[in-house]
């Protein structure tokens, strides 16, 4: 069967399900979150994308991304997700959420109120291959001059987050 998304309105009060891919390709807002894993020297993890995904692979993106599950919060999603993709999970705290609407060049438009996680871990992660192609630590600033001279290796959700997130984390 394949993943249902959480519908929601622009207060997030969850108003249905749809298919995950009829929700992309329709636009419809629905929930979301991105978990941002900082070490000890204020590195952040991105992970680039599985060469497979169905949109955006190999681009860079934050630690990881998905949907919450109906009846699931963020932060289980959030940790749900992080063990799946990066094989760990460490305590989150949700940080922001705000409506974002991206079109890609495949026909499907992420539309989503994303809820934004911070953690911290200090280790290597063990990536699953299906998920994840590589990942790699960087400072803020580092990426900040990276996404200004390359925006293209970037995922357009992380750029958009990147840039709301980059005053609270620097």
Known sequence: ????????????????????MEAHEKAVLHRAFSVFVQNDKGELMLQQRAADKYHSPLLWANTCCSHQRDGETNLEAGKRRLQ???????????????IYKAPFDNGLTEHELDHVMLGVYNEAPVINRDEVESYKWMTPEAIKKDMEIAPELYTAWFRIIFEKFYDFIK
């Open 1 to 20: 069967m394949e993943e249902q998304v959480i519908l929601v309105d622009e207060n997030d009060l969850q108003i249905g399900l749809m298919p995950k």
């Open 84 to 98: 799946e993709e990066m094989g760990f999970v460490t305590e989150l705290k949700e940080v922001f959420s705000f």
